[in-house]
């Protein structure tokens, strides 16, 4: 296995506030490997850090410490940073150009003769699902989601080894949501190392082998996610719903079973127990009951989801 990105005691601090003299430290020491052809997911509520370890990888903003190495190389080296691919947060484009006279644009910025910079620009503007009648119009014109996608072309253009994607289901609908899931996995087959974070744990369940979970600027978590989900415990609460006449009869029923709740809800009862065990004892002591019919059973929550909100360590420091 090769190591395509490693990030070592990454540290910032950011001056705010009246001349600047109040520090806020958004990241906290990262260290950090990704090894080639990953797809790594970064995940982090609001304001953990996750932009912010992008731009300084990126070299768009300065280290307060640490450093971090992409393809072996030291991120201050320029020539790195045209084998990889970055979809920023709130990417800016040119207004009054087209999407293809954008990615065109984009293309020759790299280097490649004309007939390939506009080969390319085609190859991407299908690749991101962009509808033909779309691709000559202004980028001004565009929703939300469009431009997401524009991104995503742009962040794909010299064919990186690695690309950094900041969000890049945001803005777009469930539809727009599953094609960027599918383009972003279709690029294992290419052997592209992908490096995104997001808040939404679904996007990063689907499609990621691992993942760190960042918490206000420190690293949480990382590992295989079904490591992550054992980390968050495999005691989980979970739901019963039942049909039945009267709640009370399941009330009486599990009154035994430790740990359980019954509340009524419309046309049954909702039972909670504690730990996935419980459940074969509440349905044996519901059975019981005479027409009383399971309709569900689901996890209360997602364990995941703990890890990423967590408790109260690991606070920023300000100075
Ligand atoms: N330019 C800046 N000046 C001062 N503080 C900043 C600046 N940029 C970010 N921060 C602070 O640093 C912390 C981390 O911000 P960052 O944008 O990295 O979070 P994030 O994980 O990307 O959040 P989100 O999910 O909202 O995009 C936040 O507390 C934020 O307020
Ligand atoms: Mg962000």
Redesign the pocket.
Known sequence: MTTVIEIDNLT?D???GFLRKKR????DGLSLRVERGEIFGFL????????????LLMRL?YPTGGSARVLGRGIEEVSMHARIGYLP?HPYFYDYLTAREFLVYCAELFGYPQRECRERADHLLGLVRLDEKSRDRQLRKFSKGMLQRVGLAQALVNDPEVVFL??PMSGLDPVGRREVRDLIDSLRTTGTTVFF???ILSDIEVLCDRAAI?R??RLAHVGRLEELRRAAGERRAMELIFAVADAAQIRSALSALEGATVVAVPGGARVEVAEERDVDAALGAVRAVAGARLVSVQPVGNPLEELFVGGDEGA?TNN
Do not use: F
């Open positions: 910032k950011y001056e705010v806020v430290r958004a990241l982090g509520a609001n304001g953990a850090g996750k932009s912010t370890t992008m731009k903003i947060e900041d969000e974070c997001s808040h960042l206000r600027g920023p």
